[in-house]
């Protein structure tokens, strides 16, 4: 038995040198998913949030980006296009997201793929946006460029890439 | 009745008690925690990552499939044969936390158009029984490749502007639905 109790101390051992180790030293792929994840919270809003709550939110969204990012999205209603060529148009953005009653945006799934030159990434990523007062959620999925920028990871581009199509 | 037996009589609450305890754990709770822990394994397994489930969220398979139901998508389905048309599956996104449930009309190597609202495959109109209402769509005929599949929702009362469809890769799909 004692055997059993040794094994079992050192894999516990194990795993929290691991978790330690993660949790100090996280890899390229949990940082852009970490990353993306604190877009979300920023643009995301409730009802009774405060307008000074929401606009620091909506200031912090641009901080996301590369200042020459390139967007292009796909409008649900329409299906029209939609781009932002600069991180002002996309500050602009975010803040006109705030005259809608709420916001909740969530990237339920995130793939990550770091390119071998370590300093740039793709995310192939599911966006759920629910607007306050709308029936139904926009989803979408998005291909997403980061670029390693002073020890952040900087989105250079996002474009809207669906899983059905008519081209 | 001895009075030795009188003593061994349980008392009214005790055998209730003891009647709960069976009810609760039942009567050997070792094999009782056996039973749920297998129990618990083959619900994560079958519904984590067999039959999966999805909640339909939206009006586009009206009236086969409400807003708010709740569904399978049985991701084994398509292990041993490719989808078949009429088959309703499941097209996952980046991931499968959401998908689209739509039906499939055309097949790898098919052409696929809409004519005033019928949808037609390599110029032969399409028989689609779960269609209730019609529509007045028109779409440019698409050839679909090798791995390509037409879908579409069953209500084509929606506006084609407002109703996601066309081709999708085979790779796409994740799972027949079912029950």
């Known amino acids: 038995m004692k055997w059993i109790a040794r094994a079992a101390a050192l894999a516990i051992a ?104 370590g300093r740039t990434a793709m995310a192939d990523a599911t966006v759920i946006a629910r607007v306050g007062g709308e029936r139904d959620d926009i989803v979408q999925e998005l291909q997403i460029s980061f670029v390693l920028s002073n020890g952040d990871w900087l989105i250079t581009g996002i474009q809207s890439a669906g899983p059905v199509s008519l081209h | 009745m001895t009075p030795d037996a009188a003593i061994d009589q349980p008392a009214p609450s005790r055998r209730w008690l003891q009647i709960l305890k069976i009810c609760a754990v039942g009567r050997h709770p070792r094999r009782t925690l056996a039973r749920i822990i297998v129990l618990a394994a083959a619900c994560f397994i079958v519904f984590g990552f067999i039959l999966l489930p999805v909640r339909v969220t939206g009006i586009s398979m009206e009236p086969t499939y409400h807003n708010g139901a709740i569904r399978f998508s049985n991701r084994l389905a398509f292990l041993w044969h490719e989808p078949q048309r009429r088959d309703v599956v499941t097209i996952r996104y980046a991931g499968i936390h959401a998908m689209l449930m739509k039906r499939i009309i055309g097949l790898p190597g098919e052409t696929v158009q809409f004519v005033r609202g019928q949808a037609l495959i390599d110029g032969a109109p399409l028989d689609e029984p779960y269609v209730s209402w019609g529509c007045r769509w028109n779409l440019h005929p698409i050839k679909l490749g090798d791995g390509d599949y037409f879908v579409v929702g069953d209500n084509r009362s929606m506006r084609m502007q407002d109703h996601e469809f066309g081709k999708t890769r085979r790779e796409k799909i994740v799972g027949k639905i079912v029950l």
């Open chain 1, 14 to 117: 194990f795993a929290m040198a691991f978790w330690i180790w993660r949790t100090f030293f996280p890899s390229p792929e949990a940082l852009i998913r970490k990353r993306l994840n604190s877009l979300a919270a920023c643009a995301s809003f409730t009802q009774g949030q405060s307008d000074l709550s929401k606009m620091i939110g909506a200031q912090r969204v641009p901080g996301f980006f590369a200042p020459d990012v390139n967007v292009i999205i796909d409008v649900p209603a329409g299906r029209l296009r939609h781009s932002f060529a600069d991180r002002d148009e996309i500050a602009r953005a975010a803040l006109g997201t705030r005259q809608q009653p709420s916001l909740s945006v969530k990237f339920p799934d995130i793939n990550v793929t770091v390119n071998p030159d």
